[in-house]
């Protein structure tokens, strides 16, 4: 196996004969092993190299701190799979490194087959947990995206309230009369000035054609001046010199009232570009 693809483990071990008889055996199985026999000397060591990938700890150490602090202290500044490896098999031992760590415990009277399986399961665990870890600070990562994303979506919403409430003050609170006609000359949209000056109601005033509401005197007035503002604007669109000034401002032509009677008003219209090559007329009447 190529030295760089081999995994390096810290053994610490205080007994000499079983470290070097460990240390044999694990070597054999592929891995580099350093060995230490002392808890302080783990903690150092460690502290010193990053290319420790795994910890065998021993629990008793002579006169040193324990193995279970020596682990509580590393496993608390390093993230790194640890197994620890002891001679006991008291249940409250047992149960006292399996708060410390999750990776294993393995009797020292195990066969190397042994202590090479719990060793190859504690990498693959700390392969799925960096795993897990990854996913999860993914996961992070598009929570903050989709909270910017609500905000963001929050801000433009208040934005798009706030033109809502102005247009709506522009439009259908203003003193003169405006109209929305499609392309077809029929209104679809109409503030209550207009209303009121035509003497018609909101539905019944939907989907009608405002030629209807022009003394037939006029209708060859309205029908010119609308012709100019189309022409205008298309010339507008090719021609770049084109000067506004060249486009009529207004008209003054008569409406027809609900009642019959005439109303004599000044009327401007303006064509706004909708939906690609669709527009709408934009009229406002002024008594």
């Given at each position: 196996?190529?030295?760089?693809?081999?995994?390096?483990?810290?053994?610490?071990?205080?007994?000499?004969?079983?470290?070097?008889?460990?240390?044999?055996?694990?070597?054999?199985?592929?891995?580099?092993?350093?060995?230490?026999?002392?808890?302080?000397?783990?903690?150092?060591?460690?502290?010193?190299?990053?290319?420790i990938e795994l910890v065998l700890m021993d629990i008793d150490l002579g006169d040193g701190i324990r193995g279970t602090d020596a682990a509580k202290e590393i496993l608390a500044k390093h993230d790194l799979p640890l197994l620890f490896l002891s001679s006991h098999t008291e249940k409250e031992i047992v149960e006292t490194t399996e708060k410390i760590t999750s990776y294993g415990y393995v009797v020292k009277n195990s066969s190397v087959t042994v202590l090479d399986a719990s060793i190859k399961m504690a990498f693959r665990?700390?392969?799925?947990?960096?795993?897990?870890?990854?996913?999860?600070?993914?996961?992070?990562?598009?929570?903050?995206?989709?909270?910017?994303?609500?905000?963001?979506?929050?801000?433009?919403?208040?934005e798009l309230e706030t033109l809502r409430r102005k247009y709506f003050d522009i439009y259908h609170l203003s003193p003169v009369g405006q109209l929305t006609l499609n392309k077809k000359g029929?209104?679809?949209?109409?503030n209550l000035t207009a209303r009121n000056i035509l003497g018609v109601l909101a539905n019944k005033l939907m989907g009608q054609s405002f030629d209807k509401f022009i003394s037939p005197k006029d209708q060859d007035i309205y029908y010119l001046y609308k012709k100019k503002i189309i022409e205008s604007a298309e010339t507008k669109k090719l021609n770049e010199s084109f000067k506004e000034k060249d486009i009529p401002e207004s008209c003054s032509l008569d409406l027809l009232y609900s009642d019959g009677n005439v109303i004599p008003i000044n009327l401007?219209?303006?064509?706004?570009?909708?939906?690609?090559?669709?527009?709408?007329?934009?009229?406002?009447?002024?008594?």
């Open positions: 196996m190529n030295t760089k693809n081999k995994k390096k483990i810290l053994l610490v071990e205080d007994e000499i004969l079983i470290a070097m008889l460990t240390k044999s055996h694990l070597e054999s199985y592929g891995y580099i092993v350093e060995n230490v026999s002392s808890g302080e000397e783990a903690i150092d060591l460690i502290q010193s190299k990053e290319n665990l700390f392969e799925e947990k960096e795993k897990s870890k990854a996913i999860e600070q993914n996961l992070r990562k598009h929570q903050i995206e989709l909270q910017m994303q609500i905000e963001e979506f929050r801000v433009h919403q208040e029929l209104i679809i949209e109409s401007t219209i303006n064509l706004t570009p909708q939906n690609g090559n669709e527009s709408t007329y934009h009229l406002v009447i002024m008594k």
